[in-house]
């Protein structure tokens, strides 16, 4: 019974980049899919808490933010409520630094599949033309066949049409991995901006704007009572 190996061996030198190839894709999507399940399960509870305190305290908001500092949604909404009375402008800016931050991190083994899906379809052509040069010099055109021969000139064929297929399978494989994490990323870039505005909403209305009429209110200047004329006043 041919095992796997045998018929990974039967593909030649070229089989192992390929497989290394495989193997990092596999990697890869595994530890993105964790990463993406831990975030996902954990951030709408974060988000929901964070703006419902954040109506209340933002002493208490910033605590539960800190105390999701593993999530990248934690960070995000961390980031400007750490600051000491920001204006709307700071507070907006430090949200959208923080989430450039975590749009990178979000990003990671984005380069490495982009290379895998480039590079696997050449190996497994590399691998095809290896094949077909072993089966040629196999051959011994005009000189009649042997089984031996024969054997080889199969075996040839055999080594380019299992590189070709491994390579575009694995491929194939690095191209749905990377798919469903560009749109997961873009889902998530619509989630963290859908957050960001509702916070710097909530610290518009309840903080920032009320602080700012307060302060008007005390600088203003008491109203003046109206003078009579001196002519009226004789008058009276």
Same mark, same amino acid.
């Given at each position: 019974?041919?095992?796997v190996?045998?018929?990974l061996?039967?593909?030649?030198?070229v089989?192992?980049?390929?497989?290394?190839c495989s193997?990092?894709t596999? %990697?890869?999507?595994? &530890?993105?899919?964790?990463?993406?399940?831990?975030?996902?399960?954990?951030?709408?509870?974060?988000?929901?808490?964070?703006?419902?305190a954040? @109506?209340r305290d933002?002493? &208490? +908001?910033a605590?539960?933010a800190?105390?999701a500092?593993?999530?990248?949604?934690g @960070?995000?909404?961390?980031a400007?409520?750490?600051?000491r009375?920001?204006?709307p402008?700071?507070? @907006?800016?430090?949200?959208e630094n923080?989430?450039?931050k975590?749009?990178?991190k979000?990003? @990671?083994?984005?380069?490495?599949?982009?290379t895998i899906?480039?590079?696997?379809p050449?190996l497994g052509?590399?691998?095809? #033309?290896t094949?077909?040069?072993?089966?040629?010099e196999?051959?011994?055109?005009g000189?009649?066949?042997?089984?031996? =021969?024969?054997?080889q000139?199969a075996?040839?064929?055999?080594? +380019?049409?299992?590189?070709?297929?491994a390579?575009?399978? #694995?491929?194939?494989?690095?191209?749905?991995?990377?798919?469903?994490?560009v749109?997961? =990323?873009?889902q998530q870039m619509?989630y963290?901006?859908? %957050?960001?505005?509702?916070?710097?909403?909530?610290?518009? =209305?309840?903080?920032?704007?009320?602080?700012?009429?307060?302060?008007?209110s +005390?600088?203003?200047?008491p109203?003046?009572?109206? =003078?009579?004329p001196?002519?009226?006043?004789?008058?009276?």
């Open positions: 019974m041919t095992t190996f045998d018929f061996a039967k593909g030649g030198p089989m192992v980049p390929i497989v290394s193997v990092l596999l %990697a890869t999507g595994f &530890e993105r899919a964790w990463f993406w399940t831990r975030l996902m399960q954990r951030e709408e509870r974060i988000v929901n808490a964070v703006l419902d954040t @109506r933002l002493t &208490e +908001a605590n539960i800190s105390h500092r593993d999530t990248p949604i @960070r995000f909404l961390l400007p409520l750490q600051l009375n920001p204006s402008e700071t507070f @907006r800016l430090a949200l923080a989430g450039d975590e749009f990178v979000m990003r @990671r083994g984005d380069k490495i599949l982009e899906v480039a590079i696997a050449l052509l590399l691998g095809t #033309v094949g077909l040069i072993a089966t040629f196999s051959l011994n055109i000189g009649g066949g042997t089984g031996e =021969q024969a054997t000139a075996s040839g064929i055999g080594e +380019a049409l299992i590189t070709t297929a390579g575009m399978v #694995v491929a194939i494989l690095a191209l749905l991995v990377f798919r469903i994490m749109t997961l =990323q873009a619509d963290f901006s859908e %957050a960001g505005n509702e916070l710097e909403l909530i610290y518009r =209305q309840y903080w920032y704007e009320p602080a700012l009429l307060a302060s008007e +005390a600088h203003s200047p109203p003046v009572a109206p =003078q009579v001196e002519a009226l006043a004789g008058d009276r």
